[in-house]
């Protein structure tokens, strides 16, 4: 029986990051909630200054995640949408249009009525 800890190897997240993705990695590696483990590193810092060069330490030395580079993500397939257009129909289109002409028209002859 195989330990499954060792089976997997330490990477940073470049996914779930806030800074350089150690925090995040670490959580991952150890199957723990990342808040926690920032939280923790927070604290290591605060106290005794520890926990910063640990992290700088781990942000050089870690590679980030293969894993989530080797499979993208992509996007679902959709369908088209048919979209059906409506006709206009032709005698409905020619009165429109014979009332706009009769409009011009009649603005026209206003227009010239008033040069005169």
Request: zero cysteines; a negative charge; glycine letters at 6%.
């Given at each position: ?23 995040s ?63 206009i ?28």
């Amino acid at each position: 029986m195989t330990n499954d800890r060792r089976a997997k190897r330490l990477y940073r997240d470049p996914i779930d990051k806030k800074v350089g993705g150690v925090a995040s990695g670490v959580a991952k590696y150890f199957d723990i909630d990342p808040a926690l483990v920032r939280a923790v590193w927070a604290v290591s810092i605060l106290v005794g200054g520890f926990g910063l060069v640990l992290y700088l330490v781990l942000w050089f030395i870690l590679d980030d995640d293969p894993e989530v580079f080797a499979d993208p993500i992509s996007p679902p397939m959709v369908e088209p949408a048919v979209v059906e257009t409506p006709t206009i129909e032709e005698p409905a289109f020619d009165r429109a249009e014979a009332e706009i002409d009769a409009e011009t028209v009649d603005s026209a002859i206003e227009e010239a009525d008033g040069e005169i």
